[in-house]
């Protein structure tokens, strides 16, 4: 596994540097225990991933707005699903589904050996691409694409992780896990009708060992619903 890479972001995260370190201390206080993973939040700076409006609430433990109806997730669960991959192996190379703003896709990239990161929005795509320019990640792979395909030509992965709620496990990720693989996404309840249990949603854990997938349903969580085809 590769080190966290600081260099490259350092100098443009420096004004925000303590309410990033009170970020990852409340982390720890939630439970979030990898130092590696501890470390590369406490880089990467989140403030550049939102607009300037609601830049001052950029490391409050809470998901915000990013326009087009989708929102950057809260730092908790970034942990939490980088964490529940990267327990006991290394990340190896990774797909995200749901670039969003590009924030975990930044996370990801200081921890991992490759990153490729799909986003079915282009203009969200795009300001992902804005906002991590600077970053200079030259591990990280964003691709304009519906992640329920996920991506062929750069499989298999060792480690996927989506960012938006499905009803079921899409078939073509299944696909391209590698054996040993893990992949960490949040579910929509099965057969959940009208009403609030119809968003009832919880992080599952699929593991591809020797003879199949294993899943293992995890917190209850709050993310917007993976939507089909590219926009
Ligand atoms: N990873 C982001 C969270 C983004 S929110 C972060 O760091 O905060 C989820 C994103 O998934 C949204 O941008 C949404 O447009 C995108 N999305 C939804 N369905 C998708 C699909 N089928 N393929 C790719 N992206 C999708």
Redesign the pocket.
């Known amino acids: 596994m590769n080190g966290v890479r600081t260099q490259n972001l350092a100098g443009i995260g420096m004004t925000s540097e303590r309410t990033r370190a009170r970020m990852v201390e409340r982390l720890r206080q939630q439970g979030i225990e990898d130092e590696q993973l501890l470390a590369a939040m406490g880089t990467v700076p989140r403030h550049l ?1 939102v607009d300037d409006a609601l830049a001052h609430r950029a490391y409050e433990d809470t ?1 915000l707005p ?1 326009n ?1 109806g ?4 809260q730092p908790f669960v ?1 942990a939490k699903m980088i964490e529940l991959l990267m327990r006991g192996r290394p990340l190896g190379r990774v797909l ?10 930044a996370v990801l990239a200081q921890l991992a050996h490759e990153v490729y ?5 282009r203009e ?1 795509h795009e300001r992902a691409r804005g906002n991590l320019r600077a970053l200079r990640l030259h591990n990280l792979r964003l691709v304009h ?4 395909l996920g991506l062929e030509k750069a499989a298999p992965f060792d480690s996927i992780v989506v ?2 709620a499905a009803r079921q496990t899409p078939q073509a990720l299944l696909r391209q896990l590698a054996p040993g693989g893990r992949m960490i996404l949040p579910l929509r309840s099965q057969g959940a009708g009208a009403g609030a249990a119809a968003t009832a949603q919880r992080l599952v854990l699929v593991e591809r060992g020797a003879r199949g997938f294993r899943e293992t349903s995890l917190d209850p969580v709050r ?7 590219k ?1």
């Open positions: 991933f998901s990013i087009f989708q929102t950057i997730s970034v995200e589904v749901g670039t969003g703003c590009g924030y975990q896709a990161s799909i986003e079915r929005i969200l694409g519906d992640g329920h960012a938006a993310f917007v619903p993976l939507q089909s085809g926009a």
